[in-house]
């Protein structure tokens, strides 16, 4: 049977599966990423994986993958196949197609950026079903963004489209990572809720989930605290919203598992914001942590979709032909 290899890499853990065409997930894995062993050792670990899928594939199915999808963190370079850097790695300038398409004998690979992938997934098969223009937001240890235009995420002209994390929310705010200060994810990540709700509690261990709970519970002072990463979250995302006017807005990562205790909030902080904007529908992912891994399905099957549509290939044929 027909079927490609889908890897998604993250900071401690992967998740691979086989992925039939019609996007049935036929066999699902999940491996620990090890990067305390350092880059090098990683980047072992993902080729070994592959190829172990691979093998399984052939005994399992009587034909080995057709192609393979890779999701990575940090920046990517998707058209050349590089991991260029990832800070939870420590990687720079990993040619990872070229390794894995060796590993895989040559299975044609393709390589994505983490959040952009599980954002084509989101809006291809899950929350923006159907929606021409979406936006993707997770909201996990940062704040990234996949801008989805017809079933292709824009991943821009260097491949750092989407950073809505680093949108300057309230200037001259707390330091960020990045360089800038009062960026939106140092504000409304669930790593900013989560520590702001333990300063606010006097908890060090209390975290993001434990402040919805009590935002739900009617404390007072998460309340504040929850209104406080609201408000910074609808000042973003209204800027995103001007910048690219997406029909459906999608929100994921830790915090969306607040469900209505964010979104109902939410929901009324944007449209309270906008003044000529048109409200998009801001909904909450639907695929959860298989995102990226489903993504990378897709990436893989796009993959064999434009080799047979390649018009040069088309156009060496007919050389062939013609000669
Ligand atoms: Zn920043």
């Not at 990575?72 to 420590?90: F, K, S, T």
């Not at 300038?93 to 393709?110: I, K, T």
């Not at 990540?189 to 009590?214: E, L, N, Y």
């Amino acid at each position: 049977m027909k079927h490609v290899i889908a890897l998604d890499v993250g900071g401690t853990g992967m998740k691979a599966a086989l992925v039939g065409a019609d996007g049935a997930l036929l066999h699902e894995a999940r491996r620990a990423t090890g990067r305390e062993r350092g880059p090098e050792a990683v980047v072992e670990t993902i080729t070994a994986f592959a190829a172990d899928l691979r093998a399984y594939g052939e005994e399992r199915y009587g034909e080995s993958a057709s192609a393979a999808g890779v999701a990575v963190p940090g920046i990517v370079d998707a058209e050349n196949g590089i991991a260029v850097y990832a800070a939870n790695l420590g990687w720079r300038d990993v040619p990872m197609r070229a390794l894995l398409s060796e590993r895989l004998r040559g299975v044609p690979v393709a390589l994505g950026h983490d959040v952009r992938t599980g954002g084509l997934a989101e809006g291809r098969i899950g929350a923006g079903k159907g929606a021409d223009r979406f936006l993707f937001v997770p909201l996990g240890t940062g704040i990234a963004g996949a801008i989805g235009i017809n079933g292709v995420i824009e991943s821009g002209a260097h491949g750092y489209a989407g950073e809505i994390g680093h949108i300057v929310v309230r200037p001259g705010g707390i330091p960020c990572g990045c360089g800038q200060r009062g960026c939106l994810e140092r504000l409304a990540s669930a790593s900013a809720v989560s520590a702001a709700w333990a300063a606010a509690s006097g908890d060090p261990d209390a975290d993001a989930a434990d402040c919805a709970k009590a935002v739900a519970s009617g404390d007072p002072r998460a309340r504040a605290v929850w209104l406080d990463a609201i408000g910074a979250l609808a000042d973003g995302l209204v800027t995103a919203l001007t910048l690219l006017d997406p029909r459906t807005l999608i929100i994921g990562g830790g915090l969306a598992e607040a469900g209505e205790t964010l979104f109902t909030p939410l929901r009324a902080a944007v449209a309270e914001r906008v003044t000529f904007q048109k409200l998009p529908l801001i909904v909450p992912a639907a695929l959860g942590d298989t995102a990226g891994c489903l993504g990378a399905g897709l990436l893989a099957w796009d993959l064999l979709a434009t080799d047979t549509a390649d018009p040069t290939h088309a156009t060496e044929e007919a050389t062939e032909v013609s000669a």
